[in-house]
């Protein structure tokens, strides 16, 4: 039973900081690619940022030069550290793991800000930016 626990969200004022962080429970074999996402009230849930089994990162333009992913592969724990936050970065972040077969994990690195190349989920943790 794969669990992803998200935590560290909270209040914070323009221009503050926060580190979000994801344990992944119950994953067997290699995570590969994590991701994480966002959705802010009235919107759709946005793709911004992940990291691979070789720690390469890719940002969504909103987030790019502010947001930092990264990973602690043997504890299986995934960070995301924020800078500079502004109130249109408001939203509940979740983070996300593919299944673990081939197939699965050759979409996740094709479309890896893709919410479809992403099976298992968080229950999301709230950011607000005020």
């Known amino acids: 039973h794969v669990q992803l626990v ?3 969200g909270g209040s914070v004022q323009t ?3 926060l580190r979000l962080a994801c344990a992944v429970s119950g ?4 995570l ?9 009230p009235g919107k759709m ?25 990264s990973r602690d592969s043997a504890k ?8 500079s936050l502004k109130p249109e ?3 509940t972040y979740y983070c996300a793991a593919p299944m673990g077969d081939w197939y699965s994990l050759s979409f996740v690195r094709r479309a890896p800000l893709s919410e479809n190349a992403y099976s298992y989920w968080g229950q999301g943790t709230q950011v607000t930016v005020s």
Do not use: P
């Open 6 to 8: 998200e935590s560290g």
């Open 15 to 17: 221009g503050g900081s």
């Open 27 to 30: 994953y067997t074999g290699s």
């Open 32 to 40: 590969g690619c994590m991701g994480w996402f966002r959705q802010a």
């Open 45 to 69: 849930r946005e793709g911004i940022g992940s990291i691979d089994s070789d720690l390469r990162t890719i940002y969504a333009d909103s987030v790019k030069g502010r947001f930092t992913i």
């Open 76 to 83: 299986n724990i995934l960070y995301l550290q924020m800078h």
């Open 89 to 91: 970065d408001t939203a």
